[in-house]
């Protein structure tokens, strides 16, 4: 194959998931699975070795649901070394499941202004329709694009680019299966162009966890729950606490009172399940509510999701930040 020597050059990996899966032979029943590589999955966009010099690796071959933080840390040493060695961008394949997830914590670590694109499918290798060589395509637009630089890692989906601490898989299996609630997406790809509505904001980005054993918990907040799993998390070990509370940041009197025993020991969040909209601070009174739970020492969430949360608490326990948590709470 010819070389291009003058092309940018662009570091692509894949960690599995939808976009890498097929039927096994056997034929229909076993369902798909996680087996294209990454030069397999780019063998079905051949125009993206006339855009770049490509380099690739494949770094898995998991469902997304079981990648873990060390994993992610090993991906980001990976991707932060190919920036190093002159990679004008990266784009990491992974599984839709968890994208939210790894997005936003690769975000929060992510030092540079060359972007870190993500991108899956909906829709597995060996079905009609699949959207993988699309969205890959998509994805190599987004990262190689003058304006998506500083803008820490972006997810492109179905032409659509969103920003990692605001995005969400919203539908289990529809193409259309992600959004940025509350702001919409950053930009769209339209006829190749990436089109932004706003240029990049200031990003704080936070060094590398120096503690990786720790565990936050994430609860959610429902009808009639008792308290018996929220009280173990602190005989569990757990050295942080999400809830995902009802409405504007709620939660029942009697996950309060727990609630205002485990604040002085841990950190504790409490987010909106709802999937949309801020946290309150200021507008009801009853227990469980958010004047009572700040009183109590708890932390509103403001306008991350819950997961995210998790996710911002985990790593900053592990850089020792854990006293600066308001601070990195979108209101
Ligand atoms: N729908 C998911 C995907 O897009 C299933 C598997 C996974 O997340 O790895 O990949």
Redesign the pocket.
């Known amino acids: 194959m010819k070389e291009h020597t003058n092309l940018p050059r662009l570091s692509i990996a894949s960690l599995?998931?939808?976009?890498s899966?097929q039927a096994s032979a056997s034929g229909s029943g076993s369902g798909v699975m996680p087996k294209l590589d990454c030069d397999e999955q780019l063998a079905k966009v051949p125009q993206l070795r006339e855009m770049a010099h490509l380099e690739i690796a494949t770094l898995g071959l998991l469902?997304?649901?079981s990648l873990g933080f060390a994993a992610l840390l090993e991906v980001l040493a990976w991707a932060r070394g190919e920036v190093d060695r002159g990679a004008h961008a990266v784009i990491l394949t992974?599984?839709?499941?968890?994208l939210e997830e790894t997005a936003y914590f690769l975000d929060l670590l992510w030092p540079f202004d060359a972007p870190l694109v993500m991108t899956?499918?909906?829709r597995a290798a060996s079905q009609p329709g699949n959207d993988g060589p699309a969205n890959l395509l998509a994805a190599a637009q987004v990262a190689l694009a003058p304006n998506s630089r500083g803008r820490g890692v972006l997810v492109q989906m179905n032409d659509q680019v969103h920003g990692a601490a605001r995005v969400r898989k919203t539908a289990s299996v529809a193409m259309a299966a992600f959004e940025s609630p509350g702001c919409g997406p950053l930009g769209d790809v339209v006829e190749g162009v990436v089109v932004y509505g706003q240029p990049p904001g200031p990003r704080e980005v936070l060094p590398l966890p120096h503690r990786t054993e720790h565990r936050v918990a994430l609860l959610e907040a429902c009808l009639d729950a008792d308290t018996a799993l929220l009280k173990a998390t602190a005989t569990l070990g757990y050295e942080g606490l999400v809830i995902a509370g009802f409405g504007a940041g709620h939660v029942s009197g009697s996950w309060s009172e727990v609630l205002g025993h485990l604040a002085p020991a841990l950190p504790v969040i409490v987010a909106t399940r709802t999937g949309s909209g801020p946290t309150a601070t200021a507008s009801y009174g009853f227990a469980g509510a958010e004047i009572d739970l700040q009183s109590k020492g708890v932390h509103m969430a403001g306008r991350l999701c819950p997961r995210k949360c998790r996710i911002l608490l985990w790593l900053l326990i592990g850089t020792g930040r854990q006293q600066q948590l308001h601070g990195w709470l979108p209101r």
């Open positions: 599995g998931g939808t976009v899966m469902p997304s649901a992974q599984g839709t499941d968890s899956g499918a909906m």
